[in-house]
């Protein structure tokens, strides 16, 4: 019966917290207008009008709404929207998988640094400082040349670029923690430092990872499509969007449609993560969410 009760009370605060959060307008914004995105890019063989990679030169640089191309069509007379949708699936993939794995590995690194502490996180620290020391654009770029044009070198370089960040983050959150008074009582009842990291330290800190992960989320989509853009990224005819505006900036004056509805996308798609990011915190930061009751 304890059990029962405990659990419905834990699914009661669960559901308030998700109330509280879809209460927040920014992030119900964000929120559609990454699940709009998502169902294009799992649905894209249904959304999509026409072949994205179907070449008509006769059709160049349709303006849109013309000849049933509701975009307009870019220099090879290849369907845009058609090309957009398909591309929703590569923008999605490049933004959360690198979040995702930096996530793991310098959350990792950083309760591993700040709750050993000593020379092994002074060591790590010096090593994240010289990375910051580079701007991560030019971090990225120099990683994406050497390793060469795709997909898996873009996501080794956007890894690199922010798993330092992460850690840092993550750190200074243990940094905090590890003095608390529950955390001296589970070393005064002997549990290892494993445990003690794993059970009593990370979990405090993971909400704040969480909503960290997404907003860099948003960064990524940018620094994505500054790759993509740069030719670091997937390589023609693959639709993707940095590649498209890139393709598109030739022609901007003749047929501006080419470059700026890939723009408008990437835009969309990181003040999605954004938004949900910022309602994330919201509910997340205890100052936040007594000026709001």
Known sequence: MAKSAADLLEATERWAGMRRLFANGGFTAGFAIIAAITLCAVFADLIAPHDPLFADPMQRYRPPFSQGRWLGTDELGRDILSRLVFGARLALLIAVVPTAISL???????LISGYVGGVLDAALMRAFDVMFAFPGILLALAIGATLGPGIESMIIAMVVVTVPTFGRVVRGGV???????????????????????????????LGALIVYGTLQTGRNVILAASLSFLGLGPQPPTPDWGQMLSSGRTAIAIAPHVSTMPGLAIVLLAIGFNMIGDGARDLLDPRLRREQD
């Open 104 to 110: 793991a590995v310098g959350g990792a690194i950083g």
């Open 175 to 205: 940094l905090a923690i590890k003095e608390e008074v529950f955390v001296e009582a589970a070393r005064a009842l002997g549990y290892g430092r494993t445990r003690i990291m794993l059970r009593h330290i990370a979990p405090n800190v």
